[in-house]
């Protein structure tokens, strides 16, 4: 007996774009990448892609994204210096690979209006 194919899935609805969801995501609270990846719908590797573009772009809007630095479990490090958006593999120091997602927020200046 032969098996009908399966029909593409259907994109979710969408009224605002993937990154203006992120942004407004964002602006109220301070989540890793895996918390936005459930909340819009999207792999966790496409999530570092939209926030690296966001990075860049929310300064023509006077906004900020602020990244709270991974840190290593084990010892303690923090990768203040890290520029990558994504979690790193291993500690330099203790060279330990438990480590704590790092957390984006965006931040709004008091006077601003969209």
Known sequence: MRKRPKEPA?????H??????????LAGQ???ARDI??????????VYEHLDH???????????LVT???????????????ERLKKPGKCPVCRGEAIKD????????KNYSS
């Open 54 to 64: 966001i990075q860049r772009t929310v300064v023509l809007r006077e906004l900020h």
């Open 37 to 46: 990846s459930v909340e819009v719908r999207i792999s966790e590797r496409e």
């Open 102 to 109: 790092p957390l984006f927020t965006i931040s709004v200046p």
């Open 10 to 14: 259907a994109p979710a609805e969408r």
């Open 68 to 82: 709270t630095p991974a840190e290593c479990k084990k010892c303690g490090f923090l990768f203040r210096k890290r």
């Open 30 to 32: 301070t989540l890793s």
């Open 16 to 25: 605002e774009t993937v990154r203006q969801e992120i942004i407004f995501l």
